[in-house]
């Protein structure tokens, strides 16, 4: 049961995971992600819920409805139907203002720009892995030992669309990120340290290299990550408790770390 739970808190620090390899080759990868279907059928069956309870009343009783009902109502009535497992306009839409608001944000700040002026045209990212690691068998772009889970040690690719907002990251949003996800997946409030967060640049983009960890009962989880923001934002994290020290390993790899063009 140990196990199974380091297991789950390692996935819960992780931004996310996807990517392809093979033991001591480059891994090259261009796959998209999107949105998790699971989540919008909950929310589509709370609206259909919403829906029935609002036609059993009389007319007269809608009309006297309080406003949080009216308002759930209008949501409802405003809602884009769900095709393929994404929302249509109104997320393109939120993602146009993000982005607007992202880089108003990075220029007040006097912060890197350089995603929003100029990012490449990258078609994904390459990086050596670990002779000892290989493709998980039971969860897509999750990469193990040949002795996982007794070493729990993981490597994580992720690779997402264009999002200015990342190159708003602090240490500060990143730990509040970490602790929030813990709470919200597993109920337990766990703190994570950061023990160091750098901008760098890879290849020419703007990037963050975030070493963290945090302590679970007697095992201490330590994550070595990179995030990369180019046209599109490339993620990979390496990870391992306090059983097995493959930091060296992990090092040598990230050093390998370059996008494609």
Same mark, same amino acid.
């Given at each position: 049961?140990? !196990?199974?739970?380091?297991?789950?808190?390692?996935?819960?620090?992780?931004?996310?995971?996807?990517?392809?390899?093979?033991?001591?080759?480059?891994? /090259?990868?261009?796959?998209?992600?999107?949105?998790?279907?699971?989540?919008?059928? $909950?929310?589509?069956?709370?609206?259909?819920?919403?829906? $029935?309870?609002?036609?059993?009343?009389?007319?007269?009783?809608?009309?006297?409805?309080?406003?949080?009902? =009216?308002?759930?109502?209008?949501?409802?009535? !405003?809602?884009?139907?769900?095709?393929?497992?994404?929302?249509?306009?109104?997320?393109?839409?939120?993602? +146009?203002?993000?982005?607007? #608001?992202?880089?108003? #944000? #990075?220029?007040?700040?006097?912060?890197?720009?350089?995603?929003?002026?100029?990012?490449?045209?990258?078609?994904?990212?390459? @990086?050596?892995?670990?002779?000892?690691?290989?493709?998980?068998? =039971?969860?897509?772009?999750?990469?193990?030992? %040949?002795?996982?889970?007794?070493?729990?040690?993981?490597?994580?690719?992720?690779?997402?669309?264009?999002?200015?907002?990342?190159? #708003?990251?602090?240490?500060? +949003?990143?730990?509040?990120?970490?602790? $929030?996800?813990? %709470?919200?997946?597993? !109920?337990?409030?766990?703190?994570?340290?950061?023990?160091?967060?750098?901008?760098?640049?890879?290849?020419?983009?703007?990037? @963050? %290299?975030?070493?963290?960890?945090?302590?679970?009962?007697?095992?201490?989880?330590?994550?070595?990550?990179?995030?990369?923001?180019?046209?599109?934002?490339?993620?990979?994290?390496?990870?391992? +408790?306090? =059983?097995?020290?493959?930091?060296?390993?992990?090092?040598?790899?990230?050093?390998?770390? /370059?996008?494609? @063009?």
């Amino acid at each position: 049961m140990r !196990g199974i739970k380091v297991k789950c808190l390692l996935m819960a620090l992780c931004a996310a995971a996807f990517v392809g390899c093979g033991d001591g080759e480059a891994v /090259h990868t261009n796959a998209e992600v999107s949105e998790t279907e699971a989540a919008q059928s $909950e929310d589509a069956g709370a609206a259909d819920e919403e829906a $029935e309870i609002s036609q059993t009343g009389e007319s007269d009783e809608a009309e006297a409805r309080e406003p949080q009902e =009216d308002e759930a109502s209008d949501m409802e009535e !405003g809602a884009e139907p769900v095709t393929d497992g994404s929302f249509m306009a109104p997320v393109e839409m939120d993602e +146009t203002l993000k982005n607007q #608001l992202a880089e108003e #944000l #990075l220029q007040e700040n006097e912060m890197d720009t350089s995603v929003v002026e100029s990012a490449p045209v990258t078609k994904g990212c390459s @990086f050596t892995l670990p002779e000892a690691f290989s493709e998980s068998e =039971d969860i897509e772009g999750m990469y193990v030992t %040949r002795r996982y889970p007794i070493d729990a040690s993981t490597i994580y690719y992720v690779e997402l669309g264009r999002d200015v907002a990342l190159q #708003l990251m602090t240490e500060e +949003t990143f730990k509040a990120q970490a602790e $929030e996800n813990f %709470r919200k997946e597993y !109920g337990e409030d766990i703190e994570v340290t950061i023990d160091s967060f750098e901008s760098i640049r890879i290849d020419g983009c703007p990037a @963050f %290299r975030i070493l963290c960890h945090c302590q679970v009962g007697d095992t201490q989880i330590t994550q070595l990550e990179y995030a990369i923001n180019a046209d599109k934002s490339y993620v990979i994290t390496y990870s391992q +408790t306090s =059983d097995y020290d493959r930091m060296e390993e992990y090092e040598a790899s990230a050093e390998t770390i /370059h996008l494609v @063009f």
